[in-house]
């Protein structure tokens, strides 16, 4: 690879330092980040940050060093590296385009069973392995069976674990050689010994004619399980990995542009891919489609669903001279906007870089069992050939020496340990579905330990994110209802999301509306129409001759239309957000747990105090009136006070935030990239599953912690007794098997977490 011909400067001490981004291939565990992070910070001037969840490294290098240098001693250290490149525009396309290639590609050793096979692959060698591994369950502990079979279990038993032990755990057994070419161990180089351990004993028992009690079952049981959990983590990190391209989907693949014909001099429309567009090209946005990109309205009114970047609950009109942000969607009439900002400079593609960088700069996840297994693996090896040697040292036969050798070997199998975390995880998941909550990974387990401020986005969260009537304020002596009739008949002639939340509201309340005619759409005004020969007008004050002193003093959050007609306004109805019913007790159900709740929106400080207020938020804990970029600020600010944040949310403008935040939890009601960006999905839209997601996971994370000091525990006590000789293989075994066992049913508690009182 050629070295970079125009890095980008750093952000830098010095004027020599340049910036690359790394894909990094073949890393499955912490200890496989951390390696390579090591190595590259061992080079002179290198600062370097590999981040597990995305197989990237960020690096900083001086000029004294090339891109090649870098990639060399990625390779050396085991894995692939391919450079990363941006487009010539600058937009994040390219560079995504090429990280996903490098992801799936690249020579170089293979190092992980994630990289030697597919999730497909893995999947089907665990549907194969299932069914073997309850046969082979049954004989070797039902004594009918026992019975049944007689002295051919053995070979029964043989043959339906053969596959198994060899072929469907041939990922691991392959990922363990590849470790040892390059001195390095993991939690698939534990796999590959435990379950090479019990087969091989079991093998040789079986040819030697024992009538001892086997460890097929072991091995069998053993592999489907860890198979098991690398599929779900497979799925998970997959997943993961969708964040950036869920954000540049939601831009418009096309538009209108107009152009002006040179024969004719007259405008017409032409339709390109969004690439060419230009800035100061003058373009067209219809109803229902999606601004293009960032500029101003030269011609034309609509309303703006907003929502989706600025997490505003109520669409935006806008008119000639306002500005507009490209992905928002245009609810009704026709506009032409002259672009602005193209490519990598609009708030889109902004939006897309803080999520990258947020997430590049987490530090990454140390799993406790790859830590324990870094050592453990080469002690174990050690202990075993050293109580073989010291047995012949003493005179003892090689029968003996070997006996306990292998005992060594077989009670140290780290099949308790090696189950520790994928069994937590299927059974902790599994609950959590069924709670609503989507827990992606292993990896943020640990994120939840410490989480001390839960940094709520308002709407979509706190709130419905819905348009909704919530009060209609009569003047003289007309009625609620009739106000609501006459201004639900005139507003069901319009597309407006204010006037269709007044309509809905009529027809739930069961009001008949009234015939119409002679509708007139005001744009970014309101609407008139005819009801039994008088002229009705629905919308702004200012449309009014006479507002009666009563409905002007309103003090009302929210969007507020008038009724009226002859000029004079009768009844004002008023159109917000509101505040999901169980939010209340939900955020209750938080502070339950020790945690502080803070309130982030984009609305105004006065909108977003009376949510808090309904909701028993201090108002000293409300942030408002932010922008995209000052949410992903925000959650840093208050990281660098000190504060563990979780930060909760659904909408693009959210996306950023929850990659910064120590824990991202996504309402699953919300967007495609907050669910991507964040670390857990919230399927229940309510609060009270965050309570749910945050006490499961801190469960599940116990659990593991649980079943790793057992399972460590045990190897302490029992390997001394195997190297005196007090244990032989099959008591050692039975031991093994007893640790896995107790594992597992110490994982299956997680099926009793009981969800949230709110």
């Keep these: 690879m050629t070295p970079r011909p125009a890095a980008t400067p750093a952000a830098q001490s010095g004027a020599d330092l340049h910036e690359v981004d790394l894909a990094i291939g073949g890393m499955t565990c912490a200890s496989c980040s951390s390696r390579v992070e090591r190595k590259l910070n061992k080079l002179d001037g290198v600062q370097a940050s590999v981040n597990l969840a995305t197989e990237k490294a960020h690096v900083t290098y001086p000029t004294a060093l090339t891109v090649a240098d870098l990639?060399?001693?990625?390779?050396?250290?085991?894995?692939?590296?391919?450079?990363?490149?941006?487009?010539?525009?600058?937009?994040?396309?390219?560079?995504?385009?090429?990280?996903?290639?490098?992801?799936?590609?690249?020579?170089?050793?293979?190092?992980?069973?994630?990289?030697?096979?597919?999730?497909?692959?893995?999947?089907?060698?665990?549907?194969i392995a299932l069914p073997l591994t309850v046969f082979v369950v049954v004989m070797a502990m039902v004594p009918a069976a026992h019975h049944l079979l007689g002295g051919i279990r053995p070979w029964a038993e043989l043959a339906l674990t053969t596959p198994v032990a060899i072929w469907a755990a041939w990922p691991f057994h392959r990922s363990a050689i590849i470790n040892a070419r390059h001195k390095a161990s993991?939690?698939?180089?534990?796999?590959?010994?435990?379950?090479?351990?019990?087969?091989?004993?079991?093998?040789?028992?079986?040819?030697?004619?024992?009538?001892?009690?086997?460890?097929?079952?072991?091995?069998?049981?053993?592999?489907?399980f860890l198979l098991a959990g690398r599929v779900a983590e497979h799925r998970a990190r997959t997943s993961g990995r969708s964040a950036l391209t869920s954000l540049?989907?939601?831009?418009?693949?096309?538009?209108?542009?107009?152009?002006?014909?040179?024969?004719?001099?007259?405008?017409?429309?032409?339709?390109?891919?969004?690439?060419?567009?230009?800035?100061?090209?003058?373009?067209?946005?219809?109803?229902?489609?999606?601004?293009?990109?960032?500029?101003?309205?030269?011609?034309?009114?609509?309303?703006?669903?907003?929502?989706?970047?600025?997490?505003?609950?109520?669409?935006?009109?806008?008119?000639?001279?306002?500005?507009?942000?490209?992905?928002?969607?245009?609810?009704?009439?026709?506009?032409?906007?002259?672009?602005t900002r193209v490519g990598s400079e609009t708030?889109?593609?902004?939006?897309?870089?803080?999520?990258?960088?947020?997430?590049?700069?987490?530090?990454?996840?140390?799993?406790?069992?790859d830590r324990i297994s870094a050592v453990f693996v080469p002690v174990v090896l050690v202990i075993a050939v050293l109580t073989f040697a010291g047995w012949l040292v003493s005179g003892q036969g090689a029968a003996a020496a070997l006996s306990a050798a292998v005992s060594v070997l077989v009670v140290a199998c780290p099949c308790a340990l090696g189950l520790a975390t994928p069994t937590a995880l299927l059974v902790g998941t599994g609950r959590g579905a069924e709670l609503g909550v989507l827990i992606k990974g292993p990896e943020i387990l640990e994120s939840t330990r410490r989480i001390d401020t839960v940094v709520l986005d308002k709407t979509g969260t706190v709130t419905t994110g819905k348009a909704t009537l919530v009060d209609v304020t009569p003047s003289g002596r007309l009625t609620p209802t009739a106000a609501l009739q006459a201004a639900a008949?005139?507003?069901?002639?319009?597309?407006?999301?204010?006037?269709?939340?007044?309509?809905?509201?009529?027809?739930?309340?069961?009001?008949?509306?009234?015939?119409?005619?002679?509708?007139?759409?005001?744009?970014?005004?309101?609407?008139?129409?005819?009801?039994?020969?008088?002229?009705?007008?629905?919308?702004?004050?200012?449309?009014?001759?006479?507002?009666?002193?009563?409905?002007?003093?309103?003090?009302?959050?929210?969007?507020?239309?008038?009724?009226?007609?002859?000029?004079?306004?009768?009844?004002?109805?008023?159109?917000?957000?509101?505040?999901r019913p169980t939010s209340p007790a939900s955020l209750e159900a938080l502070r339950d747990l020790g945690l502080r709740t803070m309130l982030l929106t984009g609305d105004n400080k006065r909108t977003a105090r009376q949510v808090a207020e309904e909701v028993g938020i201090n108002p000293a804990d409300v942030i408002a009136e932010v922008l995209p970029?000052?949410?992903?600020?925000?959650?840093?600010?208050?990281?660098?006070?000190?504060?563990?944040?979780?930060?909760v949310g659904d909408g693009v403008n959210d996306a950023a935030a929850l990659a910064q935040a120590d824990l991202g939890l996504a309402m699953g009601s919300g967007t495609d990239v907050a669910m991507d960006s964040?670390?857990?999905?919230?399927?229940?839209?309510?609060?009270?599953?965050?309570?749910?997601?945050?006490?499961?996971?801190?469960?599940?994370?116990?659990?593991?912690?649980?079943?790793?000091?057992?399972?460590?525990?045990?190897?302490?006590?029992?390997?001394p007794l195997a190297v005196l000789g007090l244990l032989n293989p099959m008591v050692s075994g039975a031991a093994m098997a007893l640790s896995s066992v107790l594992v597992v049913t110490n994982s299956l508690r997680l099926k009793a977490f009981g969800r949230s009182r709110a």
């Design 71 to 127: 990639v060399a001693v990625v390779e050396q250290t085991g894995y692939t590296a391919t450079e990363l490149r941006r487009g010539a525009a600058g937009g994040p396309r390219e560079g995504l385009a090429e990280t996903e290639t490098a992801a799936q590609a690249g020579s170089g050793p293979a190092y992980g069973i994630d990289q030697v096979m597919s999730r497909a692959s893995l999947r089907t060698r665990l549907e």
């Design 347 to 369: 708030t889109l593609a902004s939006i897309t870089r803080l999520v990258e960088a947020a997430q590049t700069g987490k530090a990454p996840v140390q799993r406790l069992a």
């Design 248 to 339: 540049l989907e939601l831009g418009a693949k096309d538009v209108a542009v107009q152009r002006i014909d040179p024969q004719t001099r007259s405008t017409r429309e032409v339709r390109v891919p969004i690439g060419e567009l230009q800035v100061g090209d003058q373009f067209v946005v219809r109803p229902g489609e999606k601004v293009a990109t960032d500029g101003v309205v030269v011609d034309g009114t609509s309303a703006l669903d907003r929502s989706v970047v600025t997490g505003e609950s109520v669409p935006v009109d806008v008119g000639p001279g306002d500005e507009v942000t490209g992905a928002t969607t245009n609810a009704h009439g026709r506009l032409i906007v002259r672009a």
């Design 489 to 579: 008949s005139v507003e069901a002639g319009s597309e407006h999301p204010v006037a269709q939340a007044i309509v809905r509201a009529a027809q739930q309340r069961g009001i008949e509306l009234r015939p119409i005619s002679d509708f007139t759409n005001l744009p970014g005004m309101g609407a008139r129409a005819t009801i039994k020969g008088t002229e009705v007008t629905v919308g702004k004050a200012s449309l009014f001759d006479v507002v009666p002193g009563d409905l002007e003093s309103l003090d009302r959050v929210g969007t507020t239309v008038h009724v009226g007609w002859g000029g004079v306004a009768y009844a004002a109805l008023t159109v917000a957000d509101e505040v």
């Design 678 to 719: 964040a670390d857990i999905v919230l399927v229940r839209p309510e609060i009270g599953a965050v309570a749910d997601a945050i006490g499961l996971s801190r469960r599940t994370l116990a659990i593991v912690k649980q079943n790793l000091a057992w399972a460590f525990g045990y190897n302490v006590v029992a390997i």
């Design 629 to 647: 970029s000052d949410k992903h600020e925000a959650i840093a600010r208050l990281q660098r006070e000190g504060r563990v944040v979780a930060m």
């Design 186 to 224: 993991t939690m698939d180089t534990l796999v590959s010994i435990g379950v090479s351990a019990a087969f091989l004993w079991s093998l040789v028992a079986t040819l030697a004619g024992s009538a001892g009690h086997m460890y097929y079952e072991v091995a069998a049981v053993v592999t489907t």
